[in-house]
């Protein structure tokens, strides 16, 4: 077991690993941060997506002890009070079924806003082309997508 | 999920308990009770409904969310009677035992069952309040009006919230017959209502069971032999143990448990046991055995589960004669949250929590397996990650109990997608053998539907049921029921034995049976040169039959088939798409003889054989609408399940063993895969029918129909794949 460093949501903790755990584990098991949702935990489905140091990464294929020194935010810590356009739009446009895999989806999505304003269609899919949701929200979810561009675009510049 | 979904239930109220300055009813329905009996022992309250002195509004669902909405709908139905502000009602989950029974969610019946028994509870509670407020101002009850949680005086203005009112209300009787509302004065049951768990989810704080956290809890996973009914011979549990984190390795009744103190860690030690397994006898088992004893199984007669004059001579005199075999394959749920439960077994007492559609199963089969009385058996409900018929088996929660037992300590057990893959219950693989004839006009004189399959055997079936021809009729929704009228019908069962596990998967025995029929009926059309929608409405005289007791309603059939065309522009020519072929699929079905529901499917195919499916344009009637954007997302949702196993993933079997480990392998429908959905809801105030399965049949033919209008193609084996159509 190794003891690491690890900022998420703007908060440092010292836990213990073993060696290669992947994050998600640390994050559910270790700090409660169960909003990242343990699915396929082979890379594979994206519900685990949390950001690294501003990027998105499936943290069941990221050793935590590689996660240090780079701040880490899961959807607990995408806004304040749960109203980051993609949360805006995802329940304005009510895509949730069972929702196991929408934390992944928004956080994503949340990603891609990041780098491109105002996406084309083209671009959700391709960024959630290999996010699986079980429940089939997926025409929902593209609309989520485009409303909370606007969204976004309608807020104050930080 | 029963073979006869639409028991007559009868339903009554009574005050539960009257708990301080509180309402408290109870909400029953027992089979063959008379409304206004007396409380009896045997009053079996389903749901509850309770207004306490703040006015707080607390509902207690007594069905599991799985994503359906029944957390949204249910209280919709009650609010709407109780005349109260929906974003202030609170929703408690019931657990089995606590006066509360009939918790199984599956077959699509929590909306339809509940609709009148909540209708009533809220009306007889809105009542009781008026009443009481009438009393407290010593006005006319008639003069009293009800308004979003407040009861006002008409002639006065006066005004009492219903908090006020309770501990008055509760003394006086429960009236046993209160008036309902006419649909025309709803003002929240057919209105877009948004999930209630929505905020919880977006936000990442919904509890689902794998996000259980208890002090103390052990984390466990389970090494089982990869071929059903093989054991462990030997392994390495002192390699397991040298893993950081293992405790133990405790063997118990499905395989070898690896319990640690993180599910990272117990992975680990699972990988370390270098399990040898005694595989048992079901080592041969494969897709290929299985098949040809479909494939014998469908050539002879099997147990007829519908006869309508004389279908055999009718074929063998017929002008013309057709003749398919379809073929529907293996699959599995593979939900995304993994299966888990928590359990803690301690000073003779069990509590279980998880995600479970079937709570009162999992304190029955916990009970018997550890040999306890059901009252020593607790189990709490969470939040469910995708249900589709997987988590209404109990395995997962008895093996958290085993654990638990054995080591002494709380614990969770995981199952990865590849183990529920590997050892979970499936929808069993079916054969259908179809042959219609002919007369000298064309017109269908003769109709044969054999299906081939397997029963479910979570449960083995007994020697009675069996011998009932009852057991086969239904397990093949959609063949027995055909709702077209063809003069001679023949539908039968030939009954194959499997070992491996078969079970409810979302909308059962429908699908295969819908795909064979819709499909098929298609093929009369393409034969005698007629248009499938004309076809099928020729097909839809007289206006109703009935058949094992249960009425099909053609009228409402043939009104959502026609609409459903003319939203999709039925006959008129699809636009190209560049280098692709394109067409137009019709398909439709009546499930569980309530909700009617019809879908046109628009796709193109490439040179390569790929299937796209661009739109597909849904109607539906299934009585009264009570959230019509649920409703839609059923929809969209069943869509996209449906073609999943039309045109993706299939679990294969060989040396006994599944062959898919995960999405990788059995892979699902993605966001580039799905279509635009456009769904019209038939305008009704009938009773409600079930929106979480129907929405699933008629899509793969829906699909097939669409590609053999493109292509010529009659493709009768699904998954289809790129190169039935290359």
Aim: charged share 20%.
């Amino acid at each position: 077991m190794a003891s690491i460093s690890l900022t998420v949501n703007g908060v440092a903790h010292r836990v213990d690993v073993a060696p290669e755990e992947p994050l998600v584990w640390v994050l559910r098991e270790q700090l409660g941060l169960t909003g990242t949702k343990l699915g396929c935990g082979r890379g594979i489905c994206g519900a685990c997506t949390v950001h690294l140091g501003g990027t998105p990464v499936r943290s069941c294929q990221v050793p935590a002890t590689s996660a240090q020194a780079r701040p880490i935010v899961t959807i607990e810590g995408l806004s304040t009070h749960g109203d980051h356009p993609c949360q805006r739009a995802w329940l304005e446009e009510d895509v949730a079924q069972c929702g196991y895999c929408q934390p992944g989806m928004i956080m994503k999505t949340a990603a891609l806003l990041q780098g491109t304003a105002s996406p084309a269609l083209d671009e959700i899919e391709a960024a959630l082309a290999d996010h699986v949701c079980r429940c089939g929200t997926y025409d929902r979810i593209r609309r989520a997508a485009h409303r909370a561009a606007a969204l976004k675009a309608e807020e104050p510049a930080k | 999920m029963s073979a006869a979904p639409n028991t007559t239930r009868r339903d009554f109220l009574k005050i539960g308990s009257v708990t301080g300055a509180a309402l408290v009813l109870g909400v029953g329905w027992t089979e063959g009770a008379e409304a206004g009996t007396a409380p009896s022992a045997s009053f079996r309250p389903s749901l509850w409904l309770a207004i306490a002195s703040d006015g707080a509004v607390t509902i207690t669902v007594h069905r599991s969310e799985m994503g359906q909405g029944v957390r949204t709908a249910l209280p919709m139905i009650l609010a709407e009677e109780l005349d109260v502000d929906f974003a202030g009602i609170h929703i408690a989950q019931a657990s089995p035992g606590h006066g509360i029974e009939d918790m199984g969610t599956g077959g699509s019946d929590s909306v339809a069952s509940a609709w009148r028994p909540l209708r009533r509870a809220g009306a007889a509670a809105r009542e009781m309040l008026a009443t009481a407020a009438a009393t407290t101002w010593g006005v006319d009850r008639a003069a009293c009006l009800t308004e979003q949680g407040f009861v006002v005086h008409r002639p006065t203005g006066r005004r009492l919230a219903y908090g006020a009112l309770v501990a008055t209300a509760a003394t006086l009787p429960v009236p046993q017959d209160p008036p309902l509302k006419s649909s025309r004065d709803f003002r929240l049951v057919g209105q877009r209502v948004r999930r209630h768990d929505g905020p919880a989810i977006v936000t990442g704080s919904a509890t689902y069971g794998l996000d259980l956290r208890v002090p103390g809890m052990l984390r466990a996973v389970i090494a089982r032999c990869p071929v059903i009914g093989g054991s462990p011979a030997r392994w390495d549990a002192a390699a397991a143990k040298r893993v950081a984190g293992v405790r133990d390795v405790a063997p118990i009744s499905t395989g070898l448990a690896v319990v640690a103190d993180s599910t990272w860690a117990a992975l680990r030690g699972r990988d370390a046991l270098a399990v040898t397994w005694d595989e048992g006898p079901n080592a041969a088992f494969s897709s290929a055995s299985f098949r040809k004893q479909l494939e014998d199984a469908v050539a002879r007669p099997g147990v007829v589960t519908r006869r309508d004059g004389d279908a055999t001579a009718a074929l063998e005199g017929a002008a013309k004669r057709l003749e398919a075999v379809y073929a529907y394959p293996f699959e599995a749920h593979a939900g995304l949250e993994p299966l888990s439960f928590f359990a803690h077994v301690h000073d003779g007492r069990c509590e279980l929590r998880g995600g479970t559609q079937h709570p009162e199963r999992v304190q029955r089969e916990v009970a018997k397996a550890l040999g306890f009385a059901l009252d020593r058996v607790e189990v709490e409900v969470t939040l469910i990650g995708g249900g589709f018929g997987r988590r209404l088996a109990a395995d997962y929660a008895v093996e958290a109990a085993e654990i638990s037992r054995a080591v002494a300590a709380p614990v969770q057990v995981m199952w990865t997608h590849a183990d529920d893959l590997h050892r979970g219950h499936f929808e069993c693989a079916s054969l259908h053998r179809m042959e219609a004839g002919l007369d000298d006009a064309g017109r269908p004189a003769a109709w044969l539907h054999r299906k081939a399959s397997a029963f479910h055997n979570l449960t083995p079936p007994t020697a009675e049921e069996l011998a009932d021809p009852e057991s086969y009729s239904g397990s093949a929704w959609g063949q027995y029921d055909v709702p077209y009228a063809f003069p001679n019908i023949l539908t039968d069962y030939s009954r194959v034995d499997i070992p491996v596990k078969i079970g409810p998967w979302r909308s059962v025995f429908s699908p295969p049976c819908t795909f064979a029929r819709e499909c098929f009926v298609d093929e009369i059309a393409a034969a005698t040169g007629r248009d499938p929608l004309e076809l099928r409405l020729a097909l839809l005289e007289p206006a109703s039959f009935t058949v094992a007791g249960q009425t099909v309603d053609r009228q409402r059939f043939q009104r959502v088939l026609r609409l459903a065309c003319e939203k999709a522009g039925w006959g008129k020519p699809l636009a190209p798409v560049a280098g692709r072929r394109v067409g137009r699929g019709l398909a439709g079905n009546v499930y569980d003889f309530y909700t009617h529901l019809a879908y046109v499917a628009e796709v193109s195919i490439g040179a390569q054989g790929d299937v796209r499916v661009h739109r597909v344009v849904c109607a539906v009637d299934c009585g009264q609408a009570v959230n019509p954007l649920g409703i839609e997302g059923q929809i969209e949702s069943g869509i996209l399940w449906g073609l999943s196993a039309a045109l993706k993933g299939e679990i294969t079997f060989e040396a006994g063993r599944v062959e898919q480990s995960g999405y990788d392998d059995y892979p699902v429908m993605s966001i580039r895969d799905a279509p635009a959905v456009e769904v019209h809801i038939v305008p009704s105030d009938g009773r409600p029918g079930g929106m979480g399965e129907p929405p699933v049949p008629p899509i793969a033919p829906a699909v097939l129909n669409a590609v053999f209008a493109a292509t010529g193609r009659r493709v009768r084996r699904l998954p289809l794949r790129a190169t039935d159509l290359a």
